[in-house]
């Protein structure tokens, strides 16, 4: 319990110091104008208070992420703990602040386009194909995932190909209505339902007193299986993840603020990593020892563990809310998941997104091509997720590196973090089967000789940029408020 609790409240003193830290580093403009007035179209580039933006943001970046990945990664033990605390201050929350604060400064221009300019042309079509890929696939997963849960909590009452149905349509107007339409609407209660939800088992298990384990020499890592990478890829949301570079821009079009960049992106990347500590340490004291959650992931996935957390601590009542609570979290996902790929597209081949007609004509095939992909095993499309996640979340590190490489301010917030996990990317895909299945030995060879001639072809093109005297944002000259 006390490892816990002392894990939560590492992540809050880390936004009070290390974020404000990161803040004044980067070096907040308050009177300069942001895309949410500059480029204000009424569809995507709307002003919107701090509260909403926030709570947005926060249904933005959180899908299954820091629910299920946690559970998976409580079979590793209090280590698991270590990681969301760590990973979450010193690298996601950056990640999260640097990707929305660039994006800001460049007319709310989304990571393909922050790569383009940043890390070289050629990055563009990359990161592009990537992130659409990366978005593609959680958009689909993000259809499974709540219909699943859906379905099992009305107890079959309704079928799964209508839940799936209707969370497509769903996901069909959120994409293309304006974003103050459905998403600002309706994402302050959903994030008050996340929130109490979170809350609401945080809090049953602190008063029933449930075993969480402590962290000790020994008992660091009791499942006894291999961290090194698959820990990081197990839980990325809530600790570090790609996703959240995708998402950010949607926000960074509507934040009124510089000012406000710390609460809507550090902030809420915090108050993530916060659900992660709660649904990891649910996992590792609810089911009687990692024997016990093994056995139910094994029969009932993730899933089935939040239903029964849930009901054993807040009570059937209590417990729907909270799976509730759960549900919302890949629904409110999938949904900026659609929108982002769109807007990535319509970036990338110069379409203007202010008509009906031409938002209807990216999206529709996005829509299809998911269809489709709801019909491959939720368990092969993860794997890849994973790791397309942890990917495009180095390629953003890098990013704001550059970025502030050549500011001349601290780059090693970024670039410590992103050198880390480069090494991991690599690594885990030269070893995993869904990649090229080589021993670990020599996939930890290859891990640090590619991340060396990477991080070497970095800062090559860094000290080109900075002698180039590569603009970092975009001019606003003249700009007034109306």
């Known amino acids: 319990m006390y490892t816990f609790l002392a894990g939560i409240a590492l992540l809050i003193i880390g936004y009070f110091t290390y974020g404000k830290f990161i803040e004044k580093m980067f070096g907040v403009k308050e009177d300069r104008a942001t895309p949410a007035y500059v480029n204000n179209d009424g569809v995507d580039y709307v002003p919107m208070s701090t509260p909403k933006n926030s709570l947005i943001q926060l ?17 590793y033990g209090p280590v698991a703990f270590i990681w969301i605390v760590i990973g979450c201050i010193f690298a996601g929350a950056v990640h999260d602040y640097l990707t929305g604060m660039i994006s800001i400064r460049n007319r709310g221009a989304h990571l393909p386009e922050l790569a383009s300019k940043f890390l070289g042309k050629v990055m563009k079509h990359v990161v592009n194909a990537f992130a659409v890929l990366l978005l593609l696939l ?14 099992v909590l009305m107890d079959g009452k309704i079928a799964l190909g209508l839940i799936i149905g209707a969370i497509f349509i769903y996901y069909i107007a959120a994409t293309l209505l304006p974003v103050d339409k459905i998403i600002g609407r309706l994402y302050p209660y959903f994030g008050a339902l996340l929130l109490i939800s979170a809350l609401g088992v945080g809090i049953g298990m602190v008063v029933t007193g449930a075993p969480i384990p402590e962290l000790s020499l020994t008992n660091f890592h009791p499942a006894n299986a291999p961290i090194l990478p698959l820990l990081f890829f ?17 926000i960074s079009r509507t934040t ?40 139910i992931l094994a029969a009932g996935g993730p899933g089935a ?44 081949i110069n379409v203007a997104q202010k008509k009906f007609s031409s938002r209807l004509w990216i999206a529709v095939p996005l829509f299809v091509i998911s269809a489709v992909l709801t019909q491959i095993d939720f368990n092969l499309l993860w794997r890849y997720f994973s790791w397309a996640n942890q990917a495009t979340a180095v390629i ?5 590196a550059m970025y502030l490489y050549i500011a001349r301010k601290n780059y090693y917030v970024a670039l410590v973090p992103g050198s880390f996990m480069l090494v991991m990317v690599i690594t885990y895909i030269l070893n995993a089967p869904i990649g090229f299945g080589l021993s670990m030995s020599i996939s930890w060879i290859g891990g640090f000789i590619g991340a060396a001639v990477l991080i070497g072809l970095f800062f090559r093109a860094a000290k080109k940029a900075r002698a180039n005297n590569l603009p970092l944002e975009e001019d606003v000259t003249g700009w007034k408020a109306a």
């Open 59 to 75: 249904l933005n970046i959180a899908g299954t992420g820091p629910v299920f990945g946690p559970i998976m990664g409580a079979l």
């Open 138 to 151: 959680v958009g689909t997963v993000f259809v499974s995932t709540p219909a699943s849960l859906l379905h």
């Open 234 to 250: 197990t839980i990325s949301c809530g600790a570090l993840s790609g996703f959240h570079a995708t998402q950010t821009p949607i």
């Open 256 to 295: 009124q603020n510089e000012k406000q960049g710390r609460k809507i992106f550090y902030g809420m990347m915090i108050t993530e990593g916060v659900i992660a500590m709660i649904w990891a340490a649910a996992g590792m004291s609810l089911f009687n020892g990692y024997n016990g959650l093994n056995d």
């Open 305 to 348: 563990v939040v239903s029964q957390a849930s009901t054993a601590l807040l009570g059937a009542i209590g417990g729907t809310l909270a799976v509730l609570g759960v549900v919302v979290l890949p629904i409110t996902s999938g949904d900026t998941a659609f929108r982002s790929a769109r807007m990535i597209i319509a970036e990338y």
């Open 396 to 400: 953003a590190l890098f990013v704001g």
